[in-house]
């Protein structure tokens, strides 16, 4: 298997559990119509090729899977991360003992097909705010086991990453200020004891909110359930007062009403729809015998 | 936490290998927001209401992740796993320490919006094919790790399962023939060594090879990527000559064209973007603070 | 290490997994006797002896053990899985670091013994049904951990495999006949949600019950605990009515009856010994030392 | 499920963890046979019994796989580890949900036949020896991933346990003499460096290799491969110089000749086939409807 | 069992996870010398008895010991974490089967012990610099395995958390600026990409790198290997310039040379030795059967 | 990377899954300081430098860190296991990709500096008792996780080594006695039914004590809480009447003390603080870009 880019930890242990959980769940006992079809020293190659407009994410997923499947499987990239391929483009080749790519191809179709997807819908959300100063960002809205993969390939089509998970930022919402005793009090809690490292984000849902989260020092305001006229004096409020707060716009956000948001003025744009609900990309993976 | 439904092996113990991961996914070293605002001691309940109508799958995922957050809260369903509910309604409750129930709410959320989409989703090709005859069925194109809660989410909904791996049928596709050096000597390859209860099903593309494969002996047939008129003339053909072959139609089949191809007479059409590309259902969760 | 024969998914994986485990649990926290008796940088070789003659299975077992104890060593192989050996052959060689074989040497011993006596004593029941027509097949009957390997011995001794699990096959038995309301209905259940690619079959333990089976629909029949004249007269009639049914027998079989039922004329004979009492081959391992 | 027998660490976390990847191995993806014709609230109770006369072990490996499969079947023993029952004895009963019996039920049959062969074969050679004063012991000729229970299952017979692995005592070999440059030299190394609660044991060929182990101060030797009469004059010699010594025999000890061995003088008789090959104990599942 | 304090995750999943493999590790193949001199069915209680002052921290650890030994055995804290009890008390109690007390006890005491000596060294530490206003935190020189009970344990002590891991905040050391390209370079590449939710620390060991990064805008700075004088001049120069910024005190930090870096005026004062080299606290089981 | 020094099981697994576990606890998600500052092709060495005196314990456990982190790490040993270094030395090197010897390096240094600590504190223990004929052992008071280091690294420093675990020694303590009722009783139930590789040792506390257990029988004999004095008659009278006997001290034992109770005439005197009290070694790692 030739050498993939530099991957650093977790990265390397993560897909190759992930590898082998995946083909486990597929494979179960075994690949019978391979075992009763296919002679054992077949050889062959596959292509995966982009049946439509591609952004990529998630080659070294599949080629993770393959190499479970077996280490003398030969995967090549042809394309890099977050790197946009017209229709019929070959992503990438495998080649090898015939058995070992059909025992792997499903699975790592699957986990390519779903990265690539959330890289392509990504790439048209930020196309969609271009100019705005906004970015667009992603959320933990997940599927469970891949949250790291489907972060990278947030990045891969030009978003930014929001929390990776529930310890690497103070992010104080309606459920917890309703708990806390509001929010001047949540945020002094928050301010004496978090580590010096990690800032506090505070959700407002309205003007007052939002007056409260600055007066009381929140580092960043997440404007919940707005329009884009009341993000706009939200924005314009803030910016007067507080001017090095960041501001987050979530919630209500669809392709359509993304670009109204960004222009609102606020630093980022959340949309969950990233990873929750981006169709797969259409890919395919063509095999013949080799020698 | 109330009794749930029976459930037998693998799924109590997939289940709760799942919330483990996903909630160590999420959670990471700890939910530091919650340590820093909500009182240790403090008491919430959490209701899971639909924003829209919903399809239910999953509420047993929600339950495990709920229970693996902390043994001692108080999960009770409103709905049953297939039972479709209006906008507006709770689909079940969580109650007990506040802090267990925000460090779970996220992991419970992602699973059930994913597995209720995926019910909803079915329901909708398993309406539009009503009076045809036809079933709709999935695919191997799942999320890894989460086969087994998809294809039930599959069944939840109203269709049915094909394989669910590649050890519980023998399913000789094109890249096998091109290996096996045709239908003929595949299928009697596998009709001589495999499991005497596992059936050969066998891709075609054409009905010069749908022909082949029925005169091999094939007790299924998967035709592929054809019109729906080409879907009419082979069924009508097969149905002659060999009355008792399962006829499945694949490739192409979206809900646009969904019916047409289950109108030409298949007993099966399988659909790849139930499970690879059906929306997240919107599924909220309100919380408020108990005594 | 030299080139295995390919394996495909799942076996690489269990072997390390079964390999991992089984060495860990024989060796514990060390190999006392090695490190304080013999110096770190000797050097050995050791040959697999057949003691009498062998019918070869789980050789690639042996390798995975080695190979965990340390990826140093050299494992060859001087047989096939299948191959029948006389007393005296040797099987196969381990060269390198002394310590490191002599850490591994019990494991794979233990390991390579138990299949291979498995194929050995399957050999002998396919030799004594020669020329009936019937297939000699193993039962779900195997030793937690190694169903894998021991159905895979099965066929090495040139025997067929049943299910390989509860999940690839539907096997109607008389408890489930009980709980379910008799063959007619259980049957009628089974064919209206099973998977399209899986059979049904059926157990009965009299005539009258595998006429009900049949009439039923059921794809194979299973006739239990018959003696051979009974197994005779209920082949007679299903080949009359139902020619395409699978029949196997079961339950009573040993390997002086195992001729007498397999004339009866059934497609398969069942034998739970194949796997659950099969005396252990008797292969040894003779060591020496090297330069 | 009732209380059971007091265990103490490992056996609690390996039970489990044997009871879940045995289940996981057996069931699959899920009984689908069960699913499909058993309805889902069905109560049964099953019975285990004996068929022939059994010497029990291994009841807790059995509950442990029903309570895996679900913790609300209830279990209750009927007999003790080590008991002796006639055929017809009921062994214990397992009641409750039907589905969940039934995806458990032969995983549990396969650990109790096994161990209970292993006790009531072993039982057959501690009768043999009566009265000899030997004791006959065990080997690391066992299943992997059974080692616990199948010592345990020695005892239950009536026999003893030899090293439980690598790491619980020092038995220098023939293999390690010849890398370790002699008896005298080896003995030496041990004594120097082994912890001190360890002893030391050598495995001697002749009558003069005996010598020399006593000589360097074995604390035991293991005479191999000698006839009864041999074994006779070595333990005379032994008894005579070195009267501490622990004696054991192995090698060549069959069920025909342990007695003759036994007479011979040692304080122990090692057989590895009360390990590597015992025929399974003839015990079913008898399953009935409840309400 | 009883209640113990309410844990949100990780830590149930983390502790249940460490008591079992810190177990299996003591454990091995089962506590031989209670298991041949200890009656099955002896009863007996066991409690935690300081031999000095100490600050607790760990006590549900050793519950989760008990509890991972046997689930029946009751644990009864008579402490909290962080409590400062004096010599002669009593942490917890533990009652129930002795064999299962007695096969945890070691493990128990070893956690205990190294996480109050941990807290108690902490408070020695925080004690130090009462009065200066800065505070004392800890770094990531924690034992392998043992990171988040080993940072609870320094807020017992009173102390605060320094980052996690290398992935809940953003620490340019020196190894970085090198591979960098200089300070502004690396907090500029930082700060374009960082999740909006982590601050930026960059260490410096001089007066002049100190400007560098507060130009650049860095959040915080670690002044690495300075004296208290040098510390107390950077901190002037910093508090006039950048009066926002966080300012930690790194290296060559001891129990004698603490109070006077705190008294130089950072906001914190990080010491590795507060998890590296804590002597164990000295604690004590004593035993005594019960009926 | 360069061949390390032969490593036998269970070490090499052991040393891959800690690593494993160790570099996910520290990296979490992802460096992400090195991923923001640190170009993706940068590489670079570093050098493990000892900042005092030294003697060298751990280095295959770096190395097993790095090879985690990227197996393309090169990493080269300077020391051998046990070497003593002065002040200044360079242990080991590690050269490749910058990011992947960053993500590594503190989860490395943190073993390397705790075994490190416990073979330098060894040493100065076994030169205190230089020429009494005593030897220094350990005990089971070692880190969970790390107990197969924590003893190699005590054999490096010059000590010997205890039990591993319960399970490779009987050693009877105040606890069993009390629940067994009394020392010869416990002595004859161990050594009726002990594996007979095992060696049989009992504390006692007086003199009296003492008397009873060696006339039960015990191989060795465990002198607690005594004063050096009391150990010198206690030795005395063990030697006069049962001169075989092993005998060990301990309990209260510092490096003030130590050399008066070796001197005492015991065979071993353990000392706890070996594994629970070292202070960490201190060694630094200087990195440098490479080209």
Redo the contacts between chains.
């Keep these: 298997m030739d050498a993939p880019?530099?991957?650093?930890?977790?990265?390397?242990?993560a897909l190759r559990e992930?590898a082998?959980?995946?083909?486990?769940?597929?494979?179960?006992?075994?690949?019978?119509?391979?075992?009763?079809?296919?002679?054992?020293?077949?050889l062959?190659v596959g292509r995966f090729v982009a049946r439509g407009e591609v952004c990529v994410s998630g080659l070294d997923a599949a080629r993770a899977v393959f190499h479970?499947?077996?280490p003398r499987l030969r995967f090549t990239d042809h394309a890099g991360e977050g790197e946009v391929l017209p229709a019929g483009s070959v992503l990438a080749e495998v080649e090898g003992?015939?058995?070992?790519v059909?025992?792997?191809e499903?699975?790592a179709?699957?986990?390519l097909?779903?990265l690539s997807?959330i890289a392509t819908l990504t790439r048209r959300y930020v196309a969609a705010v271009e100019g705005t100063g906004a970015r667009v960002?992603d959320t933990?809205?997940?599927?469970?086991?891949?949250?790291?993969l489907e972060k990278r390939a947030v990045r891969a089509g030009g978003g930014?990453?929001?929390?990776?998970?529930?310890?690497?930022?103070?992010?104080?919402?309606d459920?917890?200020l309703?708990?806390?005793g509001g929010v001047a009090e949540?945020v002094r809690?928050?301010r004496g004891?978090?580590?010096?490292?990690?800032?506090?984000?505070v959700e407002v849902e309205s003007q007052e909110a939002l007056r409260e989260a600055l007066r009381a020092g929140a580092?960043?305001v997440l404007l919940d359930n707005m329009s884009p006229g009341e993000v706009r004096q939200a924005v314009e409020a803030a910016r007067r007062t507080h001017p090095g707060t960041?501001i987050?716009v979530s919630g209500g956000v669809s392709f359509e009403t993304v670009r109204a948001y960004a222009a609102a003025g606020p630093?980022?744009v959340s949309v969950g729809?990233l990873t929750?609900?981006a169709?797969?990309a259409d890919i395919g993976l063509d095999?013949?015998?080799t020698q």
């Design positions: 880019l530099v991957e650093t930890p977790p990265l390397p242990a992930l082998r959980q995946a083909l486990a769940e597929d494979v179960g006992r075994g690949d019978v119509t391979s075992r009763l079809t296919v002679p054992e020293d077949a062959a479970e499947s077996s003992d015939a058995r070992s059909l025992a792997a499903r699975v179709l699957n986990l097909m779903r997807g960002t933990r809205k997940t599927t469970p086991g891949l949250r790291l930014t990453n929001h929390r990776a998970g529930l310890d690497d930022g103070v992010l104080i919402k459920n917890h309703a708990l806390a949540a809690r928050a004891a978090a580590p010096h490292l990690l800032k506090i984000e580092d960043a960041v987050e630093d980022l729809a929750h609900s169709p797969a095999m013949e015998a």
